[in-house]
């Protein structure tokens, strides 16, 4: 019984070794979220300078 748990957690921490030194798709996964964040970050920017704008446009300065 002892051998099978001890073999089993050698099975477990090579598979985790090997999907630690597997990073294939990490760079894939990187750029889309990068890219998710900037296009959110632009679309807030983008609100935010549009009612700058506008209030700026509704001071009267007469």
Known sequence: MLAQIQTLLLIARAQTQRLKADERGSTAE??????????AALTVL?????????????????
């Open 46 to 62: 983008g609100i935010i300078v549009a009612k700058i704008i506008a209030k700026a446009q509704s001071i009267d300065l007469q």
């Open 30 to 39: 990187e750029v889309i979220r990068i890219a998710v964040l900037a296009a």
